[in-house]
C-alpha cells in the first residue's frame, strides 16, 4: 500500500519531467482498515498505521513496514508471525506489555535508540529467525544486555554504519542462542567478538571475513563472498591468489578446522576478468587436492540459508518479498 500523498512525474513536454505530489483519489489507508479483520499480509509505509492506532488486524500474520514508528502489542496484533521494520522504530510499550508471538523478525537499528533491545527481549522466547541491521557496535558501549534465544535457529547480523571502521568496538548485544545452525555474519567490526555463544552449532555460514572460521566446528557449508572490506574487486589484483583465497587455504590446511565442511560457495562478482578466474580455478583445485570431500562452486547468487527469513517471506508476489530499491 502506498502513502495517501506520493510522487509521480509530471509530463511538461520538456525531455526531461519533473517530479511532483499528488493525492490519491480515495485514501488507501482508510481502504485497508476498512478491511483490517481479513488481511493476512500488509505491505504499508508506518506512517499510515500510526493514523489508526486503536485499530487492530485480527489476522495479520506478515508484515512489512518502512518508516515511522510502530507500536505493535498482542492487542493490536495478536497473529503477527512475521515483522519487517525498515527504517522504522518498533516502540516499546510499559513493563507488562503483551506483544504477538513473532517468529521472524528483522529490524534496522538506528544509533542513538536501545528500545530494540526491550522488543527482543520481549520478543525471544519465540524467535526463530532474525535480522538485525545498523548499529550494533559502540566504543564502547555503556551497557552489554544478554537475551536468551531458545528457539532461535537463524541469525543475521550487517553492521554498515561508521562504527565498523573501528577495531575497538564491542556489541551492545550478547545472544544465548543454543540451537543456532545458521549465521550470516556481515560484520567487520573486531570480528573474532561473538554476538552469541553458538559458534560450534552453526552448520551453515554466510561471512564477510574468515579469520574466525575456525570456531566454527559443525560447519558444513560457507558462503563467501570475494569483494574486500573496502569494496573493491579483490580478483582484479595481480597476484594469483586474491588475500581472501590464500588465507581461507592456509586455515583449512589445517584438517581439524570445520572438519565436516562440504562446500564453499564463492559469489562471483559482476565483473571479474581473466585473472580472477584463474585464481578461483587454481583455489579449487587446491582445496580438492587438500580435502577431496569440499566441493567449491562460484555462484550468480547466494543460496537463502536454512531457517533465513527469505524462506519464511511469503510468496504471493507481495512487495514484502523485497527491499523497494530506494531504501538499500
Known sequence: ??????????????????????EVPFPLSRLIVSHRKRITCLSVRGEELEKYTRKSFPNLTSLFVVDGD????????????????????????????????LQYLSIHINEDSEDYLRVLQACSATLKGLDIRGHIFAEPPASVIEIQFPMLTYLSVDEFLASKRSNTSLPTLH????????????TITNSTVALHNSARSVQYLRAAIISDIAIYSSLRTLQLSLLDVDGDDSCVLPNIHPP???????????????????????????????????????????????????????????????????????????????IPDEYV
Open 244 to 322: 581472501r583465497l590464500y588465507e581461507l587455504f592456509g586455515i583449512l590446511k589445517d584438517s581439524k578446522t570445520c572438519p565436516l565442511l562440504e562446500s564453499i560457495d564463492i559469489l562471483e562478482p559482476m565483473y571479474i576478468n581473466y585473472t580472477g578466474r584463474t585464481a578461483i580455478l587454481a583455489f579449487q583445485e587446491r582445496i580438492y587436492d587438500l580435502r577431496p570431500l569440499i566441493t567449491v562452486c562460484t555462484v550468480k547468487e547466494l543460496s537463502a540459508l536454512p531457517g533465513s527469513l527469505e524462506l519464511a517471506r511469503c510468496d504471493a508476489g507481495m512487495p514484502c518479498q523485497r
Open 1 to 22: 500500500m502506498p502513502v495517501d500523498k506520493f510522487r509521480v512525474t509530471v509530463d511538461s513536454g520538456e525531455p526531461r519531467s519533473n517530479w511532483g505530489e499528488r
Open 70 to 101: 510502530l507500536l505493535f502489542t498482542r492487542d493490536r496484533f495478536p497473529q503477527l508471525a512475521y515483522l519487517h521494520a525498515w527504517y522504522c522504530e518498533l516502540r516499546p510499550g510499559p513493563v507488562g506489555t503483551q506483544y504477538p508471538p
Open 175 to 186: 545472544a544465548i542462542t543454543s540451537n543456532l545452525i545458521s549465521y550470516a555474519n556481515l
